[in-house]
T-cell receptor, first 114, second 114 residues
Framework: DAGVIQSPRHEVTEMGQEVTLRCKPISGHDYLFWYRQTMMRGLELLIY????????DSGMPEDRFSAKMPNASFSTLKIQPSEPRDSAVYFC????????????FGEGSWLTVV | AQSVTQPDIHITVSEGASLELRCNYS??????LFWYVQSPGQGLQLLLKYFSGDTLVQGIKGFEAEFKRSQSSFNLRKPSVHWSDAAEYFCAVGPAAAGNKLTFGGGTRVLVKP
């Protein structure tokens, strides 16, 4: 079975540019999570969705960050405008209630803002 | 509020030796507990999980973990380490309810000496 698929795997962009990260969750999963990993702060939950509806976005750092889930098989995390301090690994993950909410992670999108 | 502490930031172990990684959690109810492993440049892979029942759980790659409610601990062990076990290990705790919003520990980086 295909796991959580993220794109791009690596992105280098200039400060001020818009960045869009994409995620395809595991088919049939009803929860989708966006995490950010940095050396300083470790793994942080940014936002999560249930059945395409945002449930908790309290971890989104500021208004420059936005996330959408237009359908059950696709989600985006957008940063506009990007700043160097946004450099991090962004993980998408998904889970399903019937599997006791075990979360499965994608390979991550490695973002560098210069 | 839930929290996870991994007291050891780095551990160095010789190949073939045993390994134990510590995890202490703070949680107000019955927790779901997880261990994930992250190899360099990779995403997080689920090693094992505890929901209920037998407090000694077996995972992939020869790992096991023991849940001790009285000590609020969920330590990870492996009897004989292989060089490929060099990675970062994360303990996580989440609610026994829908929408598993996991809280991660800071991680323990394991180095394996030949």
């Amino acid at each position: 079975d295909a796991g959580v698929i993220q794109s791009p795997r690596h992105e280098v962009t200039e400060m001020g540019q818009e960045v869009t990260l994409r995620c395809k969750p595991i088919s049939g999963h009803d929860y989708l999570f966006w995490y950010r990993q940095t050396m300083m702060r470790g793994l942080e939950l940014l936002i999560y969705f249930n059945n395409n509806v945002p449930i908790d976005d309290s971890g989104m750092p500021e208004d420059r960050f936005s996330a959408k889930m237009p359908n059950a098989s696709f989600s985006t995390l957008k940063i506009q405008p990007s700043e160097p301090r946004d450099s991090a690994v962004y993980f998408c993950a998904s889970s399903i209630v019937t599997a006791r909410n075990t979360i499965y992670f994608g390979e991550g999108s490695w973002l560098t803002v210069v | 509020a839930q929290s996870v502490t991994q007291p050891d930031i780095h551990i160095t172990v010789s190949e073939g030796a045993s390994l134990e990684l510590r995890c202490n959690y703070s949680y107000g109810a019955t927790p779901y507990l997880f261990w994930y492993v992250q190899s360099p440049g990779q995403g997080l892979q689920l090693l094992l999980k505890y929901f209920s029942g037998d407090t000694l759980v077996q995972g992939i790659k020869g790992f096991e973990a023991e849940f001790k409610r009285s000590q609020s601990s969920f330590n990870l062990r492996k009897p004989s380490v292989h060089w490929s076990d060099a990675a970062e290990y994360f303990c996580a705790v989440g609610p026994a309810a829908a929408g598993n919003k996991l809280t991660f520990g800071g991680g323990t980086r394991v180095l394996v000496k030949p």
